[in-house]
């Protein structure tokens, strides 16, 4: 029987108080995506510059730690689901990875080569794969099926703000402290640790199964699971579309060259994506459970396309580097918490966080492999021909993930696996 993973909504009904309030450890979640973000993009703003202005790598090189970057989490984000799901203590694995994440930000100072800053972002993507699935399950256990979208959307938001002053702080400190990169990498690992404490100290541990009682889960029976069309088809969608995905690094690289932007200033791009997300994660969200998460989610892909021609068109200057920083956030308010709404509204209770982690893992592998692809494009046929290219390759894959999601059957509800 053909199971579709389209959402539509009104499927489920949840009483209105319930729908209207967003859940304490939403927003507590929230709080610590709000404290990492703020760590990790403080880097992750300096980290594209500092490799290839202060360090001296060559644009291959960057393509390498990208990918690594990208996808290097794929190895654990189905460890971090299982073990959630195995032994229904998501909160915890959730907070190992957090910790792993934390501590590869003081590493990152007598890291000087490409090797040692290679083993720094493995350990830092390691523990955000540990961590992912676990604490996307932790939400939609606490969220009511019809708000789910809102709730990501909540989340996603909190998670931005820590994502937009991140960079201001980054840019702050180059623009005040000499030679400032030492700087950020220790106050980008203080922000952590609190980000840490507010998890352990304040996040209930909250059990998905506790109400129905102790349930084994086996990995024979995940896999199953994972197998069923409701979940196997969100899976290869995500990861046909992350193939042909641009790292953002490469993006703003792009953006800076073009414009010839001071190296001080180029934590702003991500500032001016970050802006454009958190304006639109909550109404993208909520829009996603009104009208379908896969409809939203493929919307976005739109506008992604729509960045690659801004970067590889003939105009340049402030306003046209605005104009792609919005389409960027907007591309990222409409997919990056829409994807596991999706997946967990699919998804049976017992193998939600693997079903979260296997979408999840689809899309940072496709990633790794576009990101090695587009730096190799980039040295040898240029950028401007290489975002056409990645341009082209995006709208041939959007029909097949609409079809892969069910978009071209109308009117079929989403189906929990069984």
Excluded at 197 to 218: D, E, F, I, N, Y
Excluded at 295 to 314: C, D, E, I, K
Aim: positive net charge; proline residues 5%; glycine residues 12%.
């Amino acid at each position: 029987m053909y199971v579709s993973v389209r959402d539509r909504p009104g499927t489920d009904t949840t009483p209105a108080g319930r729908r209207g309030r967003v859940a304490s450890t939403v927003v507590l979640l929230g709080v610590v995506s709000l404290l990492t973000d703020v760590s990790s993009e403080m880097v992750n703003a300096v980290l594209p510059i500092y490799l290839t202005k202060v360090l001296g790598l060559g644009i291959l090189a960057y393509g390498v730690v990208d990918g690594i970057y990208q996808g290097v989490s794929a190895l654990v984000r189905v460890v971090g689901g299982y073990l959630a799901d195995r032994y229904d203590h998501p909160k915890w694995v959730a907070a190992a990875g957090y910790s792993v994440s934390a501590l590869s930000r003081i590493a990152l100072l007598p890291a000087h080569g490409f090797a040692s800053v290679s083993a720094v972002i493995t350990a830092d993507r390691l523990g955000k794969g540990l961590r992912t699935a676990p604490r996307d399950t932790m939400i939609a256990a606490a969220s009511p099926p019809d708000a789910l979208g809102r709730n990501f959307g909540v989340h996603r938001a909190l998670d931005t703000v820590g994502a937009t002053i991140g960079p201001l702080a980054a840019f702050g400190l180059l623009l005040f402290v000499a030679d400032g990169y030492d700087a950020i990498f220790v106050v980008s690992f203080a922000v952590a640790v609190a980000g840490v404490a507010v998890l352990v100290l304040l996040v209930p541990g909250r059990r998905a199964r506790r109400r129905q009682g102790p349930r084994t889960v086996t990995a024979r029976g995940v896999l199953r699971q994972l197998a069923s069309p409701a979940v196997r088809r969100p899976v290869a969608a995500a990861g046909l579309l992350g193939l042909v995905t641009i790292g953002d690094g490469f993006l703003y690289l792009a953006l800076q060259d073009r414009d010839n932007l001071a190296a001080r200033y180029f934590p702003l791009l991500y500032v001016g994506t970050n802006i454009a997300y958190l304006a639109l994660a909550v109404p993208l969200g909520r829009l996603a459970d009104r009208i379908g998460r896969a409809r939203v989610f493929v919307g976005g892909q739109l506008a992604l396309v729509a960045v690659y021609l801004v970067a590889s068109g003939p105009l340049s200057g402030l306003g046209t580097t605005v104009v792609a920083l919005a389409l960027l956030g907007t591309y990222y308010a409409a997919t990056d918490g829409v994807l596991p709404a999706l997946v967990s509204r699919v998804a049976p209770e017992t193998g939600r966080a693997s079903a979260i982690a296997a979408a999840q893992t689809a899309v940072v592998l496709a990633r790794f492999v576009a990101s090695l692809g587009f730096g190799w494009l980039w040295m040898t046929i240029g950028l401007q021909h290489a975002l056409w290219l990645a341009c082209g390759l995006l709208l041939v894959a959007l029909p097949a993930a609409g079809w892969l999601l069910g978009l071209h059957r109308r009117g079929t509800p989403a189906r929990v696996a069984p």
